[in-house]
């Protein structure tokens, strides 16, 4: 598939290159607010956007990684990591009941 693309009511598979040539994340909207996981690795200083981001350190094209950090920043209300520590030791979604 090529792009964004809403595979199901409320699911989408975001396109999130950068990290890889074809890199995916996946948003889900919930009750708490829109999550999305994502399909490259994350770090503290990028989310929440409280600060300009940092471009990944393993990455195949800098400005691609750069701008998909920017398109995750403006989707997600709830942000689920890949390669995240801390996100590895919660016991459910940020949000969630």
């Given at each position: 598939?090529?792009?964004?693309?809403?595979?199901?009511?409320?699911?989408?598979?975001?396109?999130?290159?950068?990290?890889?040539?074809?890199?995916?994340?996946?948003?889900?909207?919930?009750?708490?607010?829109?999550?999305?996981?994502?399909?490259?690795?994350?770090?503290?200083?990028?989310?929440p956007?409280?600060?300009?981001?940092?471009?990944?350190?393993?990455?195949?094209?800098?400005?691609?990684?750069?701008?998909?950090?920017?398109?995750?920043?403006?989707?997600?209300?709830?942000?689920?990591?890949i390669?995240?520590?801390?996100?590895?030791?919660r016991?459910?979604?940020?949000?969630?009941?």
């Amino acid at each position: 598939m090529e792009g964004d693309v809403e595979i199901a009511p409320g699911v989408r598979v975001i396109f999130s290159p950068g990290h890889t040539v074809g890199g995916q994340s996946f948003a889900v909207e919930t009750a708490g607010g829109r999550a999305v996981t994502t399909g490259f690795c994350c770090n503290d200083k990028n989310f929440p956007a409280k600060r300009p981001a940092v471009a990944l350190g393993v990455h195949i094209d800098l400005i691609a990684a750069y701008e998909t950090i920017q398109k995750i920043r403006g989707l997600a209300e709830i942000l689920t990591p890949i390669h995240y520590p801390a996100d590895g030791r919660r016991s459910r979604i940020p949000g969630q009941a």
